[in-house]
């Protein structure tokens, strides 16, 4: 073969491979790739909220840029990063030879960057990308939305398949293909989470699929679904898009509770607390998450008895939450613990995650979310949750992982400071904005009232720390994969006594691919 075909033979070997561990490797670049565009996003609506007043983006393009954000962060980097971890992961896990399904597997991952390239182009269309915000709320995406609205809709149809067909796919593989001994209550919790998650998937994907298929009919088919001039109810869109949006979230944190459940007892050398009791919290959780979507709608004027229903039902959830925060202090108590780079951001996802939690209860209270809706309080709650659950666990799966991915080791300095960088940028830009909705500032607005500036400034500052931590991530796991040395067979992590799978001493722990103590 000639050099001149060398690149174009990688590529076709990209494109088609069946392998868990390329596919795993794609999402989790497409994933990175779509952070950095959903970062840029963010970027522009923190310098355009430095200081109050129109300075750098009239507010059409701002409401573009919270809109695209949302949708990139969610559905671009966030889930497709756990699919990837998935992929690399679960058939190593289970004891299995690759995914159940390796060509739907490549397909599901490469239905992904030609969605997303769409909806990226929607920013170059006549009337510019969607601006109703990520929850897209009919009437307004239905009416006076531009006209990249049917783009969007289409892009979110494939997002969901791609969703649904690597959801039957990790659970085809649990399910079907765990090695001789491997039960189920001997899973790694990392594989148990992602198999419920992928329960979740397949059951709200299609309700958000028909969310946006109604959409369609109402802005090019005459039908009024969400339209009460034509018999249709707004608040109809309402109750369909949360009732996939909230267990949403739970897909979105799940595996990441499993990821922290992985690495925490590495670093404590103790077995997990309470393994039985995460697996059921797990599933606690997930049933929960069907039953309290209105809590994002005590403000649209539901019956008293309803929003009872729906605050105790959010109220509920926080306890197996909480069982799941108790375990993993109960795993550190006591243990020989050392404080490597995984370790600490997943120290800094459980204490952080915990505050997002608190907030959440606060939410879940009727009286007072009347009060909260809509502010900057929600922003502060999720993206505690968001950033500093998922995004910093994805952190700490990527330290501790990549050694055995590539063979060789990151820079341990470099891996620390990126995360006291991005949690001091973290804190400082999201902690504040806490005591900005209690102040009254409302979520989604270019500009603001003069006694929001300080805060604001403070907001952005850490913004811009946070964003640039982002890069010397980049950096980091760049200079592992092209110059990094060459991983020690006896690493610090290399598994307490007692953990689900642990490896043979004598074998370098980035080779293996079963978990050797299977019985």
Same mark, same amino acid.
């Given at each position: 073969?000639?050099?001149h075909?060398?690149?174009a033979k990688?590529?076709t070997?990209w494109?088609?491979t069946?392998?868990h561990?390329?596919?795993?490797t794609?999402?989790l670049w497409?994933s990175?790739?779509?952070?950095i565009?959903g970062?840029a996003?963010?970027?522009?609506?923190?310098?355009e909220?430095?200081?109050?007043g129109?300075? *750098?983006?009239?507010?059409?393009?701002?409401?573009?840029?919270?809109?695209?954000?949302g949708?990139?962060?969610?559905?671009?980097?966030?889930m497709?990063?756990?699919?990837?971890?998935?992929?690399?992961?679960?058939?190593?896990?289970?004891?299995?030879p690759?995914?159940?399904l390796?060509?739907m597997?490549?397909w599901?991952?490469? *239905?992904l960057p030609p969605?997303f390239?769409?909806?990226?182009?929607?920013?170059?269309?006549d009337g510019?990308a969607?601006?109703?915000?990520?929850?897209?709320?009919?009437p307004?995406?239905?009416?006076y939305?531009?006209?990249s609205?049917?783009y969007?809709i289409?892009?979110i149809h494939l997002?969901?398949?791609s969703?649904i067909?690597?959801?039957?796919n990790? *659970?085809?593989t649990?399910?079907?293909m765990r090695a001789?001994?491997?039960t189920?209550?001997?899973?790694?919790?990392f594989?148990?989470t992602?198999l419920?998650?992928?329960?979740l998937?397949?059951?709200?994907?299609?309700?958000?699929?028909?969310?946006?298929?109604?959409?369609?009919?109402d802005?090019?088919?005459?039908?009024?679904?969400?339209?009460?001039?034509g018999g249709?109810?707004?608040v109809?869109?309402?109750?369909?898009?949360?009732?996939?949006g909230h267990?949403?979230?739970y897909?979105?944190?799940?595996?990441?509770?499993g990821v922290?459940?992985?690495i925490?007892?590495?670093?404590?050398r103790?077995?997990?607390?309470?393994y039985d009791?995460?697996?059921y919290?797990?599933a606690s959780?997930?049933f929960?998450?069907?039953?309290?979507?209105?809590?994002?709608?005590?403000?649209v004027?539901?019956?008293v008895a309803?929003?009872?229903?729906f605050m105790y039902?959010?109220?509920?959830?926080?306890?197996?939450?909480?069982?799941?925060?108790f375990?993993?202090?109960?795993t550190?108590?006591?243990?020989a613990m050392?404080?490597?780079?995984p370790?600490?951001f997943?120290l800094?996802?459980?204490?952080?995650?915990?505050?997002?939690?608190?907030t959440?209860?606060?939410?879940?209270?009727?009286p007072?979310?009347? +009060?909260?809706?809509d502010?900057y309080?929600?922003?502060a709650?999720?993206h505690?949750?968001?950033?500093?659950?998922a995004?910093f666990?994805?952190?700490?799966?990527?330290?501790?992982w990549?050694?055995?991915?590539?063979?060789?080791m990151?820079?341990?300095g470099?891996g620390?400071?990126?995360?006291?960088?991005?949690f001091?940028?973290f804190n400082?830009?999201?902690?504040p904005?806490?005591?900005?909705?209690?102040?009254?500032?409302?979520?989604?607005?270019?500009?603001y009232?003069? +006694?929001?500036?300080?805060?604001?400034?403070?907001?952005?500052?850490?913004?811009?720390?946070y964003?640039?931590s +982002?890069?010397?991530?980049?950096?980091?796991?760049?200079?592992?994969i092209?110059a990094g040395?060459?991983?020690?067979?006896?690493?610090a992590w290399?598994?307490?006594e007692g953990?689900?799978?642990?490896?043979p001493?004598?074998?370098p722990?980035?080779?293996?691919?079963?978990?050797?103590?299977?019985?």
């Amino acid at each position: 073969m000639s050099a001149h075909h060398g690149p174009a033979k990688g590529f076709t070997r990209w494109l088609t491979t069946t392998n868990h561990k390329d596919i795993g490797t794609m999402y989790l670049w497409f994933s990175f790739a779509m952070f950095i565009l959903g970062g840029a996003f963010a970027m522009v609506i923190r310098a355009e909220l430095f200081q109050p007043g129109i300075q *750098i983006v009239d507010p059409e393009f701002f409401n573009q840029m919270t809109t695209m954000h949302g949708l990139v962060m969610v559905f671009g980097a966030i889930m497709p990063a756990f699919v990837g971890l998935a992929n690399w992961l679960i058939p190593m896990m289970i004891g299995a030879p690759d995914m159940a399904l390796p060509r739907m597997n490549n397909w599901s991952f490469w *239905i992904l960057p030609p969605t997303f390239l769409m909806l990226a182009s929607t920013l170059f269309m006549d009337g510019g990308a969607p601006n109703y915000g990520w929850t897209f709320y009919a009437p307004l995406s239905t009416t006076y939305a531009p006209p990249s609205v049917t783009y969007f809709i289409f892009a979110i149809h494939l997002m969901g398949l791609s969703s649904i067909m690597g959801s039957i796919n990790i *659970i085809a593989t649990v399910v079907n293909m765990r090695a001789p001994g491997m039960t189920y209550m001997k899973m790694p919790l990392f594989v148990w989470t992602w198999l419920i998650t992928a329960f979740l998937l397949v059951a709200v994907m299609p309700v958000l699929a028909a969310c946006v298929t109604m959409m369609l009919m109402d802005i090019h088919f005459g039908t009024s679904f969400f339209s009460a001039a034509g018999g249709g109810d707004p608040v109809l869109f309402q109750h369909i898009f949360w009732f996939f949006g909230h267990p949403e979230v739970y897909i979105i944190i799940l595996p990441a509770f499993g990821v922290v459940s992985q690495i925490i007892p590495t670093f404590a050398r103790k077995p997990l607390f309470g393994y039985d009791s995460m697996v059921y919290a797990t599933a606690s959780i997930a049933f929960l998450s069907f039953i309290v979507w209105v809590h994002h709608m005590y403000t649209v004027g539901i019956p008293v008895a309803g929003e009872l229903f729906f605050m105790y039902a959010t109220m509920l959830i926080a306890v197996p939450t909480g069982v799941k925060v108790f375990n993993w202090i109960t795993t550190m108590w006591q243990g020989a613990m050392t404080f490597e780079t995984p370790m600490l951001f997943c120290l800094g996802f459980v204490f952080l995650f915990t505050i997002g939690g608190f907030t959440g209860v606060m939410l879940s209270l009727a009286p007072v979310d009347f +009060q909260y809706h809509d502010s900057y309080f929600v922003v502060a709650h999720f993206h505690y949750v968001m950033v500093a659950g998922a995004v910093f666990s994805m952190s700490a799966a990527v330290y501790y992982w990549l050694p055995k991915w590539t063979g060789k080791m990151y820079d341990e300095g470099m891996g620390k400071a990126h995360f006291w960088i991005s949690f001091i940028g973290f804190n400082l830009t999201f902690f504040p904005q806490h005591f900005l909705g209690l102040a009254g500032m409302p979520r989604r607005i270019p500009d603001y009232a003069l +006694q929001f500036s300080d805060f604001n400034m403070m907001s952005s500052i850490g913004a811009f720390i946070y964003g640039a931590s +982002q890069l010397l991530f980049l950096f980091n796991v760049l200079r592992t994969i092209l110059a990094g040395k060459p991983a020690p067979a006896e690493k610090a992590w290399e598994g307490a006594e007692g953990l689900e799978w642990t490896l043979p001493s004598p074998a370098p722990y980035h080779t293996f691919t079963t978990p050797p103590n299977v019985k």
